[in-house]
């Protein structure tokens, strides 16, 4: 038996990738994720350029996680510069990143992975077939991108969002009125985890090592400790003992591997590693996924990511009950302590751990920066688990192959347009 | 386009973020009946199906390697109406940036002793490559600008893109002056049609909508200089996402004076 199978340009995907497998007398000969996405050299591009300019510059690496680079971004050069944002600064960064979150979440789940269930190119011929369900993804979209909307100006690329703090600030009635929407939201989340508890989500079992931020008093997505479900947890300034990026001829991104010979990021290792801090509709919405960790079905990051989005709607109440009790009040932007310096900063991004490195000189410019992109980090588990697939998937017609492969490649949301500027670390 | 048929429409991307593409899908929440109207048959961030019978592309990134050359004239070949969607294809955008400094340099700081294993050139907008019929400026584009260009392409007109500053939707919109903030900003010679959305959320505008037709350049800097911007922090306002354009400027400059 003999079969190759060549996917140019996965679709349903951010960025370009190419699936590539060989099989000659039931033996696998090949098997290739490539990255031949053009390569992008922000890294390069931000030294010289002032440290303020780093986040807007950073945000255009991406278009559906523009907040999280942003983010990312900004706390790099906060602790660069010894700058301790403030509460409400905190608290309102926590919320478009929610906003983002969800955005890229239902995007995923309900555009990109449920067509391949339903037997679908593509959400449009889903319009017509699944009305109820293309509407609902609509609402919910809307509401995530109002949400960063609100905080930041726009989801892509923020605005209000700056070192030291915001520029611009959220009106009572602004926050009242999106409390009133998540909360209406519900039955809409509700149909979701409904929806997505009742699809075949194809068997596939393969352990492998899980790598998070955590921290100890919530679900982490902003700052906190690099952790390992192996057992291990390093501070975010020891990001390059976990990646040890590596580079390979078929990939314009670069590898990376830890404890083993591959480990994975995003949503499914931040519910392994992180399981008893979700809300608890989310922990029941797991329940109803069929989902208890350690989950080890690369598939279910998709089922990880509602969950997630359960999570994220009940933690954005909660917040904007916070910002409503304190009171959201224009604020300067805290000044830094020190003229230079180097910082790394870590969010959990929608597809898993995020880390921008910068470091600034006196005259305010960087000198040097390293983007450590989920992505990339996925890529050598990514091809582990294909190696692991193929075996069995090979006696299926060649389109069912073709159909599973692709569907594990979207399992992992990769996004491809951020993965390909992740600089060999090179200071000054 | 008869009028039996809907016009069939494509969506391309090359070196950018894809922001804009996730932008016509946002702009479709509120629109849904664009899609009765138009027929997408090519839109690979979000759908499998992909026909080569198209009457417009919308074409998202900058073009950055020789190699992406060919997909792009293949595009124009096939497209009776070519639009550039967004900063990075309109006007080279952020990837341009990389020309600030010499390439080599660029690659090797990335790449290391790898750096000939990837392909890669000065990115450059679309229409350096092919010629476009159309842009639609912005990084990302806006959403009603977007729904009002399709709009305007179906009547058969041309997409009504403003050419006047960014200051005028900012004074219509009754914001305070962000240099009486003691801020600086690029809105008086920067093209409208964005709302003046930065400065109404307290940042500067970068220009990432490019220049209006007769800016008042001098003018423009000297104001950023008397708002204390030495001449560097004013040459790196101004590259943000006009690097290309800027360099093009200074080439043909050049060029003129025999330098």
Same mark, same amino acid.
């Given at each position: ?81 010894? *700058? ?7 608290? &309102? ?12 979440? *239902? ?29 609902? %993804? ?14 930041? #100006? ?20 602004? &926050? ?14 509700? %149909? ?33 400790? *690099? ?58 919405? !797991? ?66 751990? $995020? ?13 040097? /920066? ?18 692991? $697939? ?9 389109? !069912? ?21 992740? !600089? ?5 | 386009?008869? +009028?039996?048929? @809907? ?38 961030? %979000? ?7 198209? $009457? ?21 070949? +096939? ?23 010499? $390439? ?23 229409? /350096? ?27 058969? @007109?041309?997409?009504? *893109? ?32 964005? #709302? ?5 959320? #307290?940042?500067?505008?970068? !220009? ?52």
């Amino acid at each position: 038996m003999s079969k190759r199978i060549d996917v140019h340009h996965v679709t349903r995907v951010e960025g370009h990738g190419n699936i590539v497998v060989e099989v000659a007398d039931s033996q696998l000969k090949e098997c290739r994720f490539d990255v031949v996405e053009t390569p992008r050299f922000f890294e390069a591009m931000l030294r010289g350029r002032p440290y303020t300019e780093a986040s807007h510059i950073t945000s255009r690496i991406c278009g559906i996680c523009a907040t999280g680079h942003a983010t990312t971004s900004l706390r790099a050069s906060e602790k660069a510069l010894g *700058i301790q944002p403030s509460q409400q600064t905190v608290l &309102l960064r926590k919320l478009s990143f929610h906003g983002e979150i969800l955005d890229s979440h *239902i995007l995923h789940v309900y555009m990109l992975v449920a067509p391949d269930f339903l037997g679908v190119g593509s959400v449009i011929p889903l319009a017509s077939s699944h009305p109820e369900v293309v509407l609902r %993804a609509l609402r919910m979209k809307k509401l995530s991108g109002d949400m960063c909307a609100i905080v930041t #100006g726009r989801h892509t690329h923020p605005i209000a969002m700056t070192v030291g703090g915001f520029t611009h600030f959220p009106k009572r009635a602004e &926050l009242e009125s999106l409390r009133q929407r998540l909360e209406e939201v519900r039955a809409d989340v509700d %149909a979701t985890v409904e929806l997505f508890a009742s699809l075949p989500w194809p068997q596939f079992e393969r352990d492998t090592e899980y790598i998070s931020l955590t921290k100890p008093d919530e679900y982490a997505f902003i700052d906190g400790e *690099i952790k390992s479900s192996d057992g291990v947890k390093l501070p975010i300034e020891s990001y390059q003992k976990v990646t040890n990026e590596y580079l390979v001829p078929h990939s314009s991104a670069k590898f990376t591997r830890f404890q083993r010979e591959s480990y994975m990021v995003g949503a499914l290792a931040r519910f392994n590693n992180n399981f008893d801090q979700l809300h608890p509709r989310a922990k029941a919405a !797991a329940v109803a996924l069929g989902m208890k960790p350690k989950v080890t079905n690369t598939y279910l990051n998709s089922g990880a990511q509602v969950v997630e989005i359960v999570h994220c709607v009940e933690d954005a109440i909660l917040i904007i009950n916070q910002l409503l009790e304190m009171g959201v009040n224009p604020e300067e932007l805290v000044p830094p302590t020190r003229q230079s310096g180097d910082g790394v900063g870590a969010c959990e991004v929608p597809r898993g751990i $995020l880390f921008h490195h910068y470091w600034i000189g006196e005259d305010g410019n960087l000198t040097g /920066a390293n983007c450590i992109i989920p992505t990339n980090q996925n890529i050598a588990n990514l091809e582990a688990d294909m190696r692991v $697939l193929v075996p069995q998937i090979m006696h299926k017609p060649i389109d !069912a192959m073709r159909l599973d492969l692709e569907m594990m490649v979207r399992a992992y949301d990769p996004c491809i347009s951020c993965s390909v500027h992740v !600089a060999k670390l090179v200071t000054r | 386009m008869t +009028q039996n048929h @809907k016009p069939k429409i494509a969506f391309f991307d090359f070196s950018s973020c894809e922001g804009c593409q996730l932008t016509v899908v946002d702009s479709l929440q509120d629109h849904p009946e664009l899609l009765g109207v138009v027929e997408i048959v090519q839109f690979r961030e %979000a759908m499998t199906e992909k026909g080569e019978d198209y $009457l417009v592309a919308f074409v998202e990134g900058s073009c950055t390697r020789q190699s992406d050359e060919e997909r792009l004239k293949q595009i124009r070949q +096939q497209a009776a109406i070519v639009v550039a969607l967004g900063t990075c294809a309109h006007l080279g955008g952020v990837n341009a940036l990389k020309s600030l400094h010499p $390439l080599q340099d660029v690659r090797q700081y990335v790449y290391g002793e790898k750096a000939d294993w990837y392909e890669t050139y000065d990115a450059r907008p679309i229409d /350096a490559v092919i010629p476009v019929d159309f842009a639609i400026p912005g990084c990302p584009i806006d959403r009603n600008e977007f729904i009002n260009c399709v709009k305007a392409l179906l009547l058969g @007109k041309k997409p009504p *893109i403003p050419d006047y500053p960014v200051c005028v939707e900012c004074k219509l919109k009754e914001n305070v002056c962000l240099f009486t903030l003691n801020k600086v900003c690029l809105g008086p010679v920067t093209r409208a049609g964005c #709302g003046a959305i930065c400065p109404t959320y #307290g940042q500067s505008c970068e !220009a990432c909508r490019g220049f209006i037709t007769n800016p008042n350049d001098s003018s423009m800097r000297n104001v950023l200089a008397e708002h204390g911007m030495n001449v560097e922090e004013v040459t790196s306002m101004y590259t943000m996402f006009t690097a290309y354009q800027v360099r093009e400027k200074l080439m043909q400059a050049e060029k003129a004076t025999g330098g």
